[in-house]
């Protein structure tokens, strides 16, 4: 008798129970209620000069490496302003309010030659005529235990050996060191993401601080992304039981001098929005709030 093999079918995608970024995560962690005026009331935010000026620069440090080696350098980079602005607009045509007089006036000069000084702090740190980066804004993500974790990685570099370097453009100042912690929570978030994925921990997390022309680097183990990957469950568990309950409290801080929802927060005397009676979770991708 012929035992007739029958073809394995391919096994079924893990099913999501919700997807979450590095960014939306870190929401939560700073203010539940900033979290839900994202990502469930999905409220809309004014564009920022600084915050519009990060994203010019990263557009810029992504297209710089589409050019050959020796043709990198600040006077090419420089010269990619123009292009990168356009696709700004491109993306988020609400930038151009941030500039009443146009592009031909004073304000623009003034924001778009301190873009070119940000460009040169980056010069300053590293020459990327010696690098070939494996990937550029590249998408990530992974579906652990139902919760989908994604974000966009600034850049990735793989040596020879097979070591991965993580990289990240800031356009801010580096943190005190009390704050670095919350600084390198994104950066966790995608080396366990490359990791899950690819099976290797990344021998380096590197952010780049171009305000002030430095870097904080850091060696992740695969017992601390262990425990990464327990906290960030543990976000999306307390992320599940405030949509269940609608109770999405406010955490006063400094950081509520800049938030553009501060009329409606109750710690501060405002009264937020009725909560929506079949809530749906989105998690966007901020471009504009990525480069800070």
Known sequence: MTQVNEPVAD???????????PSRASDFKTCPLLYRFRCVDRLPEAPTLAATRGT????????????????????SARGLLPAAWERVRAEAPEVDTLFPEGTGGP???EWIASAGELLGHYF????????????????VEVVVDGLRLRGFVD????????????????TGAIPREAFEAKALFQMKFYALVLWRTRGVVPRQLRLMYLADTDTLSYAPDEDELRRFERTVQA????????????????????LCDWCDHRALCPAHGGTPPPFPQHAVLTDPRDRLDVAL
């Open 235 to 254: 976000i999306w568990a307390a992320i599940s039981r405030a949509m269940q309950t609608g109770d999405f409290r406010p955490s006063p801080s400094r």
């Open 107 to 109: 304000e623009f000069a």
């Open 124 to 139: 300053d740190l590293e020459d990327p005529s010696r690098l070939e980066p494996e990937a550029r804004e590249l998408p």
């Open 155 to 170: 850049r990735v570099d793989v040596s020879p050996a097979g070591d991965i370097r993580v990289v990240d453009y800031k």
């Open 56 to 75: 010019l620069v990263h557009a810029v440090l992504e297209s710089l490496f589409d050019l050959p080696a020796a043709g990198r350098t600040l006077e």
């Open 11 to 21: 096994p079924l995608p893990p099913a999501v129970l919700g997807s979450l970024s």
